[in-house]
């Protein structure tokens, strides 16, 4: 049976990392351009860049979620083998699918926190007609596709975590509970 301790530490951990991911959507990184004092140079001029912090932790909340279930389902890796039946194969299918929505939403988090934190310095010169300035920013939408993903993730991974629990519990015996004593012919 699963365990409804573990089940409730899951959905916490991932609700944590899910309003991260939104909060970090919400603040992202944004740049307007000024001019220096002498008129020489145009540079980049970034607001707050909490939108980092938020994403990087999301990242480790939905880490140490993954890790938690993992932990508990030991990864298919150890222990006695899972009993045959549909819940065997529910389990498997989720396990992947758990997988891979995992890797996707740790890779919208790591990479839009990795590119909100990149900022532009000076980028243009006046007098020497360098290329016209351009203040790069993250794309809105990469940690609210990263919110998403932690969503399906900590769906699918309580799911994974119950048909688990069902395939590890010992299935009832169906059979005569007496010793048959049948003639020898």
Not at 57 to 85: D, E
Not at 121 to 131: A, P, T, V
Request: charged share 15%; glycine share 8%; with cysteine.
């Amino acid at each position: 049976m699963a365990s409804k301790l573990l089940m409730i530490t899951i959905f916490v951990l991932d609700l944590i990392a899910f309003g991260l991911a939104v909060a970090a959507e919400r603040r992202r990184s944004t740049a307007t351009i000024k001019e220096d004092s002498e008129n020489n140079y145009s540079y980049c001029v970034y607001d707050s860049d909490i939108s980092t912090g938020y994403g990087v932790g999301a990242f480790l909340f939905l880490m140490v979620s993954q890790i938690i279930v993992m932990v508990a389902s030991r990864c298919f890796c150890c222990g006695k083998a899972l009993s045959p039946g549909g819940s065997r194969a529910c389990a498997v299918l989720l396990f992947i699918i758990c997988w891979v929505t995992f890797f996707i939403a740790e890779a919208c988090l790591f990479a839009g926190s990795v590119r909100n934190a990149y900022h532009t310095k000076y980028r243009s010169s006046i007098l020497m007609s360098d290329k016209p300035l351009s203040c790069e920013t993250l794309r809105k939408g990469v940690f609210a596709a990263g919110a998403a993903f932690i969503f399906f993730t900590s769906i699918i991974s309580q799911f994974y975590y119950v048909s688990y629990s069902k395939s590890r519990a010992p299935a009832p015996y169906g059979g005569e509970s007496g010793v048959g004593m049948a003639a020898y012919k």
